[in-house]
Nanobody, 119 residues
Framework: QVQLVESGGGLVQPGGSLRLSCAAS????????MGWYRQTPGNQRDLVAR???????SYVDSVKGRFTISRDNAKNTVYLQMNSLKPEDTAVYSC?????????????WGQGTQVTVSS
C-alpha cells in the first residue's frame, strides 16, 4: 500500500521557523509533482507550493521569499522549510503527490499536520 506520512508540524512563535517533511512509502516506481497545501476551518484547501520531478518550483504569493519546497528523490520525500512564520500561516498542512506505483497512477494525500503560529 502506497501512502504519504507527514511530520514536523507544531507550535511556533511569529518569526520562527518549521520544517515539514512528507515521505512516500510502498511499491513506488516514480513520483511526479509533489506539493504542499493548507487549510483553515471553514475554508478550502489551498496550494502553498509544489515541485516537479525536475525540481521546478512554484509558490503562492503570500509565502514567496519565506517558504522553500525541496525534494529528495532517493528518499521519496518532499520538504517545506517555513521561515518568518506569521499568524496567518496557521493551518493544517497536507502533502500531495502524483505517484506511479505497482497499483497504477495514484494521486495521494497525507494525513495533515497542524502548524500553529502564535505568541
Amino acid at each position: 500500500q502506497v501512502q504519504l506520512v507527514e511530520s514536523g508540524g507544531g507550535l511556533v512563535q511569529p518569526g520562527g521557523s518549521l520544517r515539514l517533511s512528507c515521505a512516500a512509502s510502498g511499491s513506488i516506481f516514480r513520483i511526479y509533482t509533489m506539493g504542499w497545501y493548507r487549510q483553515t476551518p471553514g475554508n478550502q484547501r489551498d496550494l502553498v507550493a509544489r515541485i516537479s520531478s525536475i525540481t521546478t518550483t512554484s509558490y503562492v504569493d503570500s509565502v514567496k521569499g519565506r517558504f522553500t519546497i525541496s525534494r529528495d528523490n532517493a528518499k521519496n520525500t518532499v520538504y517545506l522549510q517555513m521561515n518568518s512564520l506569521k499568524p496567518e500561516d496557521t493551518a493544517v498542512y497536507s502533502c500531495n503527490a502524483d505517484i506511479v506505483s505497482s497499483s497504477g497512477r495514484l494521486n495521494l494525500w497525507g494525513q495533515g499536520t497542524q502548524v500553529t503560529v502564535s505568541s
